[in-house]
């Protein structure tokens, strides 16, 4: 075979090729039937910020006694993590507002249980700035040993005691 007729060939090849092959019509989309429940819609993304809601179902934000050693007002390791999400709390709240009620146990005077209260509690508000949250914000009391949530005289007791309560007095 020659060059002529191979190239003829090739060139006859080609074209019963392009010939032979069906263009496919594409077919229109299938309608949605009428009775077919609207599209389930993703909920908008979260900003990050804290909502009054979040008080009562964040883990973190729920922890709101934090307390003592006996005879200190040094913050434990174990609450680091619930101070930074208060003072989150607070500031994407600007008007949110809390008190920090510090108390103590029945052991030492009226006065030095009043005084360890007071210590307690700025210890905690300090947590909270260092963290961002901003001194109006907060407001501290101390109770002393007024207000025990347990009665009995042992150390498990007096332990419940050596406390600051969280109260959010403005959301």
Known sequence: MNNTTRILLAALMCT?????????????????PVNQPPAVTEPAPSTGMYTPADLDTDACLRTRVIYFDFDQDA????FQQAMACHAKYLRDRPSSRMTLEGNADERGSREYNMGLG?????????????????????????????????TASNEDCWGKNRRVEIVYTEK
């Open 16 to 32: 019963a090729a392009v010939a032979c092959s069906k263009k496919v019509k594409e077919a229109p989309p299938a309608e949605t």
């Open 75 to 78: 913050l434990r390791p174990e």
């Open 118 to 150: 007071e210590r307690r509690g700025n210890a905690v508000s300090s947590a909270l700035q260092a963290n961002g949250g901003g001194a109006s914000q907060i407001n501290v009391v101390s109770y002393g040993e007024e207000r025990p949530t347990c």
